[in-house]
């Protein structure tokens, strides 16, 4: 039998503010018809390292083009971003493997800023503030470990310079429609009209291409996917049988979106116990873990001027594939 949620509200567990969210949102998610959970919390150091990994194979192409993009734009980018007393804050700054050929660009050019990589993953913050460190050893950095949405509201007490926004890797993408206009008009109240923002969008293209991404042959996109149930067994004391559920990922054609699983491959009852709570499986029944929407040029401009922004310049690959995307605030 399915235990309401409000069993877990009146569970005194000991837990810190960002464990009790954790539980509050599996707690909400597994209860729902349609059972959900948030994509951020693929997002510890395993995600994070299982997502570098992503980013190294063959058929991930978004990688790829966003380097391509960035080797060949970056001196114009440098140049927009001008020379002096700004900072470039990155939210979702994964491993910055693409950041560091504009990095690089702007101190080869002595320009002088602060780069704030911004990361829900104290281990991607960390291995990106400690390598840029060490690379670039003029860099003044400020890693911060937070969400989002806390993110911005620091973003908001920086409105005495100039910043710079990074959101790269097609972030955009694994938020709801409504989610992403929440995000961008947030992010629009953050900083000063003029300051520019760079966003990385996958643009719709010939489906294999998208579905292969999701779907590499080496089996890391499933492990890192199945990543968010090995999380809630160790930090939120569950016992998933991970064997018992599987990776599956489609293209939805109408939203223009991957939306990926976990399957449940046979009736089962997991119990959580940070949540006090058991829940119950049928068989083959998904949990919805993430969205990856892709967009096209008419969904760029709309979005950029719903929101508060005009369009400065539009960078894409070769292959069109993927667009960098620089909006100044309007
Ligand atoms: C798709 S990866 C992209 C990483 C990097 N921007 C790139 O282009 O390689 C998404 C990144 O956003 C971070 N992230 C996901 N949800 C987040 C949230 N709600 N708040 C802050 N960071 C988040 C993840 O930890 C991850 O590093």
């Known amino acids: 039998m399915k235990a309401p949620l409000s069993r877990y509200e009146e569970t005194d567990f000991d837990l810190d503010e960002q464990q009790r969210q954790f539980a509050e949102d599996v707690a909400y998610g597994l209860s729902q018809p349609e059972k959900r959970l948030p994509c951020k919390y693929i997002y510890d150091d395993v995600g994070s390292e299982l997502f570098s990994r992503i980013m190294e194979l063959p058929e991930y192409y978004p990688t790829q083009c966003e380097m391509e993009i960035f080797d060949t734009h970056k001196s114009d980018l440098a140049k927009i971003f001008g020379h ?45 503030s400690d390598r840029f460190a060490d690379d670039f050893p003029k860099l003044s950095i400020n890693g911060i470990v ?17 910043n710079i926004v990074l959101f790269l890797g097609s972030t955009i993408g694994n938020f709801t429609p409504q989610g992403r206009s929440v995000f961008l008009k947030n992010l629009r109240r953050s900083i000063n009209t003029g300051d520019l923002v760079l966003i990385g969008f996958d643009m719709v293209k010939e489906i294999d291409t998208i579905v292969r991404a999701y779907n590499d042959s080496q089996g890391v996109t499933a492990a890192f996917n199945q990543n968010i149930l090995r999380r809630i067994n160790s930090e939120l004391d569950a016992d998933f049988d991970l064997d018992n559920f599987i990776y599956y990922s489609t293209w939805d054609a109408v939203s223009r979106a991957i939306r990926s699983y976990q399957v449940s491959c046979c009736r089962q009852e997991v119990y959580v116990g940070k949540i006090g709570q058991t829940f119950e499986f049928e068989p083959w029944e998904a949990v919805h873990t993430e969205s990856s929407h892709k967009f096209n040029e008419e969904q760029i401009a709309t979005l950029a001027d719903r929101n508060g922004f005009a369009i400065e310049a539009c960078y894409t690959d070769a292959d069109q594939y993927y667009t960098d995307c620089l909006w100044r605030a309007k």
């Open 84 to 128: 002096t007393g700004f900072n470039i804050v990155e939210l979702g700054a994964g491993d910055g493997q693409k950041t560091r050929v504009l990095i690089d660009e702007l101190l080869d050019r002595t320009c002088d800023f602060t780069y704030v990589p911004l990361d829900i993953s104290e281990a991607a913050v960390n291995g990106i």
């Open 146 to 162: 937070s969400d989002y949405f806390e993110g911005l509201r620091w973003l908001a007490d920086q409105n005495h310079c100039r």
